[in-house]
Structure formats: structure tokens, C-alpha cells
């Protein structure tokens, strides 16, 4: 069946550094994936986005990159932050997901939880 | 704040008891989802509705069951209840029905079964 899944739970960065989570996915048609930050006590907010014919897609100090050869999904947060910690998830979807198909949508990991050393 | 809302924020019965989840999308969206977060648990799908019907299925227990109304809200009824049960309970909203759609989530709900 399909699953998301990160490689690690836990990630502690120094403030201003970089950092890299990382999400692996199994369904080779996922062709929709989003990066989601929950943190403690809140839902999940919607950080970043991208679609299985881009590589790469950068927003406001964070750039998801997509390998689909490896089907391996990363999250970097740049110059991170105090208010960057938090829980991050990755989610993945098809695009085409018909109507009723009775697919999921979207399937979500387990979560990394991030947090950043004052 | 997402526009979401969920009541109540927090939720504390007894084992077999019945209890009712409210959540009112964002204005405009049509779609609603429902999700379980267990402690250190990822996301899990339950359900989701569009316009009124049921659109998508997930790991949802015979024991709960969900509907959504005219005027676009949703209710989640869990039922029997047991230990397990307690978790987060999280509902979404999107425009649309399809992943594509971004999902808004609302603050939760936290049930807690004695």
C-alpha cells in the first residue's frame, strides 16, 4: 500500500543554521507532495508545495527538492530559527486521484520534530 | 488562525461512553476532512466529505461515523469509546476535493477517554 515515511524523528540545529529534513515516499504515482510544520498544541499549517515535474521549488527561507529516482522528499529551512521548532510532516497525493476512487488523500508521515538550540 | 474552527477544545469521558466532534470549514471550502493523531503518531486519514457526501474513506473504525450538513459543517461521532481512542482529533478544509487542494486545519480536539 502506499506510505510516507522520514528517515529521522528528532533533528536539533543551532540557531542560523540550515536545516534538512528529510521524507521518503513508496508510491511511484505520487505526483503531489506538500511539507507541513505543527506546532505544539496547533494544527498543521501548510509551509511549501510541489509537483512531481519540478525538482525544486523555493519559498520564504525554505526550498522542498524532489527526487523522484530515489522517490526522496527534503524540507531545508534556512538560517532556522527559534519559531521554526516544531513538528514537520510531508504528505503526498496524486494529482489525478479521480473522484470516489477511494484513495486517500493525502497520506501523511510520521513527522520530524525540529528543534533549534538558542 | 486558519478558519477552521473545532469545538470543543478538549474532551475527558469514560470508557463505552459516545461522544460528538464539531468542525466548520473555512467560508467557501467545501470539502472536509478528519483526521486522528495519536501521541508521536503522524496524521491519519478517517474520512472526508465534499457538498454534503462522502468522497474518500480511510482507517475510520466502525465504531465512529461522520456526516456533514448543509450548511457545510461536520460532525464526528465516536462511539463505545476505549483507552485507545484518545488522541487529537483534527479537521481540515480545502476548496476542493482532490489532494491538490491545500488543506486548512483547525486547532483540534483533544479527547480523553478514562
Known amino acids: 500500500g502506499e506510505s510516507v515515511g522520514l528517515h529521522l524523528p528528532t533533528l536539533s540545529v543551532q540557531e542560523g543554521d540550515n536545516s534538512i529534513i528529510n521524507c521518503a515516499y513508496s508510491?511511484?504515482?505520487?505526483?503531489?507532495f506538500i511539507w507541513y510544520k505543527q506546532e505544539s498544541g496547533k494544527g498543521p499549517q501548510f509551509i511549501i508545495d510541489?509537483?512531481?515535474?519540478?525538482d525544486k521549488r523555493q519559498g520564504q527561507r525554505v526550498t522542498v527538492l524532489l527526487n523522484k529516482t530515489v522517490k526522496h522528499l527534503s524540507l531545508q529551512i534556512a538560517a532556522t530559527q527559534p519559531g521554526d521548532s516544531a513538528v514537520y510532516f510531508c504528505?503526498?497525493?496524486?494529482?489525478?486521484?479521480?473522484?470516489?476512487?477511494?484513495?486517500?488523500?493525502?497520506?501523511f508521515g510520521k513527522g520530524t520534530r525540529l528543534s533549534v538550540i538558542a | 488562525d486558519s478558519g477552521v474552527t473545532q469545538t470543543p477544545k478538549h474532551l475527558i469521558t469514560a470508557t463505552g461512553q459516545r461522544v460528538t466532534l464539531r468542525c466548520s470549514p473555512r467560508?467557501?471550502?467545501?470539502?472536509v476532512y478528519w483526521y486522528q493523531q495519536s501521541l508521536d503518531q503522524g496524521l491519519q486519514f478517517l474520512i472526508q466529505?465534499?457538498?454534503?457526501?462522502?468522497?474518500a474513506k480511510g482507517n475510520i473504525l466502525e465504531r465512529f461515523s461522520a456526516q456533514q450538513f448543509p450548511d457545510l459543517h461536520s460532525e464526528l461521532n465516536l462511539s463505545s469509546l476505549e483507552l485507545g481512542d484518545s488522541a487529537l482529533y483534527f479537521c481540515?478544509?480545502?476548496?476542493?476535493?482532490?489532494?491538490?487542494?491545500?488543506?486548512?486545519f483547525g486547532p483540534g480536539t483533544r479527547l480523553t477517554v478514562t
Open positions: 481540515a478544509s480545502s476548496v476542493g476535493d482532490r489532494g491538490i487542494y491545500e488543506q486548512y
Open positions: 508510491n511511484s504515482a505520487s505526483d503531489y
Open positions: 510541489i509537483r512531481s515535474n519540478m
Open positions: 504528505a503526498e497525493n496524486s494529482e489525478n486521484t479521480p473522484f470516489n476512487s477511494g484513495n486517500t488523500p493525502l497520506v
Open positions: 467560508s467557501g471550502d467545501l470539502s
Open positions: 466529505y465534499y457538498n454534503g457526501e462522502e468522497r
